[in-house]
T-cell receptor, first 110, second 117 residues
Framework: RKEVEQDPGPFNVPEGATVAFNCTYS??????FFWYRQDCRKEPKLLMS???SGNEDGRFTAQLNRASQYISLLIRDSKLSDSATYLC???????????FGAGTQVVVTP | SAVISQKPSRDICQRGTSLTIQCQVD?????MFWYRQQPGQSLTLIAT?????????ESGFVIDKFPISRPNLTFSTLTVSNMSPEDSSIYLC??????????????FGPGTRLTVL
């Protein structure tokens, strides 16, 4: 079983709509959680960290559910530029070892 | 975040040869990491490179195949040795963010796209 699992998608989203997707993690000792964005043929870029109380950054909202071991990302008012692969990332320690999910592809259409 | 550069950005190599990838950061960082992203896959950590000590390799990766240098706090190299087509991948270095708002935020270099024939 993979440590971090994501629905690969694609999620086809009309421009202006809201899209949400989850990822599940298997290691209950995971302490840190992140969403990264990866555009085609580019490096991953940190979108946001995920805090226990949930957090929002503009149109993006991340939630953490420790009891069910999942993380969610919600994108409101989708823009064409939001089209990318969103990587869910977890870590169990403070020494930098990150576990990456395989990514969820989001395609925002005009 | 730190500005990270990698050289080369891409290369096409012959089976059995070796390629050294360089990672340069514009600020001093304690920890640098090397990842591999195979086609259609997500990122897998190869090793952690700390200045002044041996790199720490993840399961499935060995020093003979992926020797790493970390001569100072702004630079590291990863060598892919005795390459085979299975080594075709994107290799990325990353560093921890300078402002640790939370544990383990990492920032990635642009990657080196390697094709082995």
């Amino acid at each position: 079983r993979k440590e971090v699992e994501q629905d690969p998608g694609p999620f086809n989203v009309p421009e202006g709509a809201t899209v949400a997707f989850n990822c599940t993690y298997s290691n209950s000792a995971s302490q840190s959680f992140f969403w990264y964005r990866q555009d085609c043929r580019k490096e991953p870029k940190l979108l946001m960290s995920v805090y226990s109380s949930g957090n929002e950054d503009g149109r993006f909202t991340a939630q953490l559910n420790r009891a069910s071991q999942y993380i969610s990302l919600l994108i409101r008012d989708s823009k064409l530029s939001d089209s990318a692969t969103y990587l869910c990332v977890c870590s169990t320690d403070s020494w930098g070892k990150l576990q990456f999910g395989a990514g969820t592809q989001v395609v925002v259409t005009p | 975040s730190a500005v990270i550069s990698q050289k080369p950005s891409r290369d096409i190599c012959q089976r059995g040869t070796s390629l050294t990838i360089q990672c340069q950061v514009d600020s001093q960082v304690t920890m640098m990491f090397w990842y591999r992203q195979q086609p259609g896959q997500s990122l897998t950590l190869i090793a952690t490179a700390n200045q002044g000590s041996e790199a720490t390799y993840e399961s499935g990766f060995v020093i003979d195949k992926f020797p790493i240098s970390r001569p100072n706090l702004t630079f590291s190299t990863l060598t892919v040795s005795n390459m085979s087509p299975e080594d075709s991948s994107i290799y990325l270095c990353s560093v921890e963010g300078p402002q640790r708002r939370s544990y383990n935020e990492q920032f990635f270099g642009p990657g080196t796209r390697l094709t082995v024939l």
